[in-house]
């Protein structure tokens, strides 16, 4: 995909350019997906691996070998620290990587489809970082308290019968399009149009407004192509011994990611192409900078 699709595009047309563009730009876009985000993934399977097995059978095995109940008791106890640190690593991981990763994803996004993409995309995306946290962070603050708010009225409505059951329905496909109009153009908002922190939050719900059908539809469509792959490939895994079978996994997962970061930007540029006339802006700036640039040769 070299420079800015001047065509709209359906849900199967922005899924072929997401795949395009991934393709073409594989270096880069792995550099987050895979060696950023991968790497500290991996770390955190590896510990959670180590974790089950030592929980699973140290216990059953020195319980057998004659050891006393109470001892039994404090080697699991020392054995499940390991899970402490892998949920802790874990919480840094989705705090403090996962917003470099879709902040890297989509920048360089971005910079493709406005054919911008050069080698220096990592020293323009560092400094980055602080605004991709406080876009992420903001993001968080929002859907959290609405989701325990879905889940306090899921408990107070789970024994009313059926009215009980049509009311956590209607609360949880309300949480759903929340959580798609805030989550899905954030990044591309905040990163395009200089939007971070909070900023974005009305800009990127007006989008989804604008084309909510859209926006759902490619958002389900990501989802079941990227889950069907994953099923797949996970089952293969899944024949293999543990370790091998949780490296691939991690791996499989990393390589997948960028998928849904890069169409939810592309998405993000269709509709404001087709609500906006993006496309007129971008060229009627490609003509003044030849005339800018002729006027100076002359």
Excluded: C
């Excluded at 980055?128 to 879905?150: E, S």
């Excluded at 496909?173 to 974005?200: K, N």
């Amino acid at each position: 995909m070299n420079g800015f699709s001047m065509k709209p595009m359906g849900v199967i047309g922005i899924i072929d350019q997401t795949i395009k563009l991934y393709r073409s730009n594989f270096k880069a876009i792995i550099m987050f997906a895979l060696l950023i985000g991968g790497t500290a993934n991996l770390i955190i399977a590896l510990i959670q691996l180590e974790t089950g097995i030592s929980l699973l059978e140290s216990p059953l095995q020195n319980i057998a070998m004659g050891q006393s109940i109470f001892d039994t008791l404090a080697n699991s106890y020392v054995a499940a620290q390991p899970n402490f640190l892998s949920s802790l690593l874990t919480m840094v991981t989705t705090v403090f990587i996962t917003p470099f990763v879709m902040g890297g994803i989509t920048f360089i996004a971005l910079a493709v489809s406005h054919g911008t993409m050069d080698d220096s995309y990592m020293s323009r995306i560092g400094p980055k970082y602080g605004k991709f946290l406080g876009t992420f962070l903001a993001i968080g603050i929002i859907v959290i308290p609405l989701i325990i708010a879905g889940v306090i009225i899921a408990i107070m409505f789970s024994s009313t019968g059926m009215i009980g059951v049509v009311t956590i329905f209607l609360v949880a496909v309300v949480l759903m399009l929340a959580y798609i109009g805030l989550f899905v153009f954030a990044f591309p908002v905040a990163i395009q149009e200089d939007r971070y922190g909070f900023t974005w939050l009305p800009r990127a719900w007006s989008l989804f407004i604008r084309k909510i059908g859209k926006t759902i539809g490619l958002v389900l469509l990501t989802i079941l192509f990227v889950g069907v792959i994953q099923l797949i490939l996970h089952t293969l895994f899944a024949l293999f011994p543990p370790l091998i079978s949780t490296v691939g996994n991690v791996i499989i997962t990393a390589l997948l990611t960028p998928i849904s970061y890069i169409a939810y930007t592309l998405l993000y540029l269709d509709i404001r192409m087709t609500a906006e006339g993006y496309d007129l802006e971008i060229r009627l700036g490609s003509i003044q900078n030849i005339e800018e640039i002729s006027e100076y040769g002359e």
